[in-house]
């Protein structure tokens, strides 16, 4: 019998954009498997591992749309081979990097990637996981890298990749679980990501913190909290990182480059 495809954006019944998308390669395989985008080694971009030699993992679906997705294909339109997690495991293996970084997408959408953080646990591997922070799984994890969704990234119709705006509501709905980022904050060493574009978003950032400390006997600290600025281009990235630089030192959170964008710009596998 055929297994249905279990790329999930978060509708009940109503992944069949990301289903179809996908081409013949969208019915999931018997046994533990996940859709998986693009499979690399790099530096890590991003956050308090900055620079660290690191391989990915990049799963497709996602239960988000940000306007600003810089992972298209994960999100907006997803494409995938299925692999088998012994697949994914053998492919780590290959490369001579002892930390994991699983991304997306958004990786905790599928089952499989507890499974898959569980293995590579097991073998000793220190893994990241880059997620929005609206599910928190049962997985051992060494890094939650947590990017809670502002108000800037809602894709309204003019902002909107394919036009219509069509998820502008279900993805401001759903951006923010309180629940979700405070499972995470108490369950793993995490940090808190936010994508910042102009300085009208700290007043976001500022409350949303707030919420999370108000919620949490877990210490949420300053330097946990990362501002990253707003570009998948070197060109965008020019406009928007002196700004942010500024506003994380008025505010005294932490800055956080994107360097694979000054290093190779949006190509693949980088
Ligand atoms: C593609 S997302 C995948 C993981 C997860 N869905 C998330 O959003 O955290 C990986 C990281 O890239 C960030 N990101 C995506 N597009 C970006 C952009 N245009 N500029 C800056 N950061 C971006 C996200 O906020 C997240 O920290
Ligand atoms: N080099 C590099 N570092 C990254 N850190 C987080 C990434 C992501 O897409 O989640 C990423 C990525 O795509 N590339
Ligand atoms: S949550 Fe992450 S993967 Fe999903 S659309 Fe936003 S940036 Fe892209
Ligand atoms: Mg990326």
């Not at 996908?22 to 019915?27: P, V």
């Not at 309204?156 to 995470?184: F, M, Q, S, V």
């Not at 030192?249 to 190779?264: A, I, M, N």
């Amino acid at each position: 019998m055929p297994v249905t495809d279990s790329i999930d954006d978060g509708d009940d019944g109503e992944d069949s954009d990301a289903t179809r998308a996908a081409g013949d390669d969208a019915t999931a395989p018997e046994g533990d498997a996940l859709p998986v985008n693009e499979l690399f080694e790099s530096l890590q971009g991003e956050g308090k591992l900055a620079g660290t030699p690191s391989v990915f993992v990049r799963t497709s679906g996602c239960n988000l749309r940000c306007w600003y997705c810089d992972s298209y294909h994960t999100s907006w339109e997803p494409t995938h081979a299925w692999m088998s997690l012994d697949d994914v495991v053998a492919e780590v293996e290959s490369f001579d990097a002892d930390h994991v970084v699983l991304t997306g997408g958004e990786p905790l959408v599928h089952d499989a990637s507890e499974t898959l953080l569980e293995r590579l646990a097991d073998r000793g591997y220190h893994t990241t996981v880059e997620t929005n922070g609206t599910i928190a799984p049962d997985a051992p994890m060494d890094l939650a890298s947590i990017s809670p969704k502002l108000a800037n990234s809602v894709p309204t119709r003019e902002r909107d990749p394919k036009g219509d705006g069509e998820w502008a509501d279900r993805h401001d709905d759903r951006r923010i679980d309180l629940d979700a980022l405070t499972a995470l904050v108490e369950s793993y060493d995490s940090q808190l990501k936010f994508v910042v574009s102009e300085a009208d978003d700290l007043a976001e950032v500022n409350a949303l913190v707030e919420r999370i400390r108000d919620a949490t006997t877990a210490t949420v600290r300053d330097a946990d909290v990362l501002l990253m600025p707003e570009g998948a281009t070197r060109e965008r990235l020019a406009e928007t990182r002196e700004r942010v630089a500024d506003l994380a030192l008025e505010h005294g959170y932490r800055y956080t480059p994107r360097l694979h964008v000054d290093l190779w710009n949006d190509a693949p596998e980088t």
